[in-house]
T-cell receptor, first 115, second 111 residues
């Protein structure tokens, strides 16, 4: 597609439930990133995928968070046993690592609310 | 990656130039300066980046001091739609390519 697509745009879930957030990057972009943004805060790095290399998971806040990227394209961020502090906007971005001059392209995010 | 310091907020009159400063005194030789902005309820948008030379594109100009310890993003004719949070980030083009976002400058363009 023309841009980075994220779904769902909004998700309300009960505390303790698992959620899956999806990201469709720009076709041909080899790098994919997940960030989250709590209300009124800056962006917090979560995880980075680049091609077939091992992902950089250094930003995942706990072992309840995991992500995968299938076939070098679509990525899913999974949060298990959600907590209220997980409420945030989860942003996905992609870039063509071979063309770093163009920066990232971000999606519009998934707003997760844990009640 | 080096840390950046930006003013928390700024106002600018519509039609005037908006000059957003950024301090990155610990920047290393291989780190680039990137600017992004985030309009309310949207994902961040890439604006411009540079290494040591001044850069200009259709959105903005980037002025980097000779010692590279600070930079200024210039929006030449600010409009109401430029109201956003502007992030200055330094990052090398090696390693994991991840950005470390600070809290940015909240620019409000006034009619």
């Amino acid at each position: 597609g023309a841009g980075v697509s994220q779904s769902p745009s909004n998700k309300v879930t009960e505390k303790g439930k698992d959620v899956e957030l999806r990201c469709d990057p720009i076709s041909g972009h080899t790098a994919l990133y997940w960030y989250r943004q709590s209300l009124g805060q800056g962006l917090e790095f979560l995880i980075y995928f680049q091609g077939n290399s091992a992902p950089d998971k250094s930003g995942l806040p706990s072992d309840r968070f995991s992500a995968e990227r299938t076939g070098g394209s679509v990525s899913t961020l999974t949060i298990q046993r959600t907590q209220q502090e997980d409420s945030a906007v989860y942003l996905c971005a992609s870039s063509n690592r071979d063309r770093v001059n163009y920066g990232y392209t971000f999606g519009s995010g998934t707003r997760l609310t844990v009640v | 990656d080096a840390k950046t310091t930006q003013p928390t907020s700024m106002d600018c009159a519509e039609g005037r130039a908006a000059n957003l400063p950024c301090n990155h005194s610990t920047i290393s030789g291989n780190e680039y300066v990137y600017w992004y902005r985030q309009i309310h309820s949207q994902g961040p948008q890439y604006i411009i980046h540079g290494l040591k030379n001044n850069e200009t594109n259709e959105m903005a100009s980037l002025i980097i001091t000779e010692d590279r310890k600070s930079s200024t993003l210039i929006l030449p004719h600010a409009t109401l739609r430029d109201t956003a949070v502007y992030y200055c980030i330094v990052r090398s083009h090696s390693g994991t390519y991840k950005y470390i976002f600070g809290t940015g400058t909240r620019l409000k363009v006034l009619a």
